[in-house]
């Protein structure tokens, strides 16, 4: 290696790659079915019989709280004929009861009833469990594996001491937002990992930052950036994104976390959770500013990604040059891409 090398320059991936299906059915299994997937705050699931349901890229899964007090994974999906079991979102059950043909459940995951399924022949309820899905939980944070490659905290890299000092566990989970898009999902990502488009997408944004101090830089499992805010903005001035497709950004008081989730190669979407310090009505306001901050910001980032899926889908684009400065967590998003599609 010489001094003067020139630094590499790196290239935008295939625009074929963010429309092809058979590019998002192999995404399913590579990336989506053999990584830690954030679910939501764990507090969500203290009381026996509380559950949360999330799908994955689609596959819906869900945890709940057992009444033996341990927390067990699932796929939401029915032995007998594959129907959907519990609607997305949170709740607290008895058995879990198959809405298609009532199919019965226990917290276990063993099948305790197949009404007027009759006895010729009759049904072995041990050979139809749920299948089960892995639980891990981080400071908090409950994630889920279908087939996972790696540990979670080998798939959370150097996270963990990049937060050490952030008093994730004080906080509690007060809102929810599900927000959804047509673009693929690494479209939005792509545009998640950089602050380079700030000045052009969101204004507002870029008044109440010192952009010219951004910084971006990747690390092992995620990428960082950082802006001095100025007075009277929400956010703190940390913005994290974690491979493969979830986020968590810094508030006065509080963070959101989110994760980016494909239903089809032109449709994503975005689930918030919102976690502050001060749950008092005095800090209502000052949380609904940070709630509806965020939600305002990403609409925007969401016209943009739209507009530039459309481009990709009409073969309107042929790949341009990252930024070096700017565009580093761009690459190490695509980089893990590559590697993890064997590209
Ligand atoms: S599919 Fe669930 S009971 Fe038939
Ligand atoms: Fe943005």
């Given at each position: 290696?010489?001094?003067d ?7 935008n ?32 699931l ?7 349901a ?12 057992a ?5 067990r994974?699932f796929k ?75 540990s ?21 989970a007060?809102?929810?937002a599900t927000v ?6 690494k479209?939005?990502t ?31 499992g ?18 994290l ?9 810094l ?18 979407d ?37 507009e ?5 889908a ?30």
């Amino acid at each position: 290696m010489t001094l003067d090398a020139p630094p590499v320059q790196y290239l935008n991936l295939d625009p074929g790659l963010y429309i092809r299906p058979e590019v998002f059915q192999q995404e399913r299994q590579a990336i989506f079915a053999r990584t830690w997937q954030f679910m939501g705050p764990v507090s969500a699931l203290a009381e026996a019989g509380q559950y949360m349901a999330i799908d994955i890229a689609g596959t819906p899964v869900f945890a709940i709280r057992a009444r033996d007090g341990a927390l067990r994974g699932f796929k939401n999906v029915c032995r007998h004929r594959g129907a959907k079991l519990l609607a997305d979102g949170s709740g607290k059950c008895g058995l879990i009861v198959c809405p298609y043909h009532k199919w019965s459940f226990a917290d276990t995951g063993r099948l305790v009833q197949a009404p007027w399924y009759g006895k010729d022949p009759a049904i072995i309820p041990e050979d139809w469990p749920l299948e089960e899905v892995h639980m891990a939980e981080w400071r908090g944070l409950l994630f889920a594996a279908l087939d996972p490659a790696t540990s979670l905290l080998e798939q959370l890299g150097d996270l963990p001491a990049e937060l050490a000092d952030e008093p994730m566990e004080t906080y509690t989970a007060t809102d929810q937002a599900t927000v959804t898009f047509d673009a693929n999902w690494k479209i939005y990502t792509d545009n998640f990992v950089e602050g380079y488009h700030i000045p052009g997408t969101h204004p507002s944004f870029y008044a109440a930052i010192d952009f010219e101090a951004f910084q971006t830089t990747a690390h092992p499992g995620f990428v960082k950036m950082t802006a001095p805010p100025k007075d009277g903005l929400f956010y703190r001035g940390k913005w994290l994104w974690m491979w493969p497709n979830w986020t968590l950004s810094l508030f006065d008081g509080g963070m959101n976390v989110s994760r980016i989730n494909p239903t089809r190669p032109d449709h994503t979407d975005q689930h918030y959770h919102f976690f502050f310090a001060n749950t008092s009505d005095a800090a209502a306001e000052a949380r609904a500013k940070s709630v509806n901050g965020t939600l305002a910001v990403v609409k925007e980032d969401y016209t943009v990604c739209v507009e530039t899926h459309r481009n990709y889908a009409a073969g309107a684009y042929s790949p341009g040059p990252l930024s070096g400065r700017h565009e580093k967590g761009v690459q190490y998003f695509q980089m893990r891409v590559a590697e993890a599609l064997g590209l």
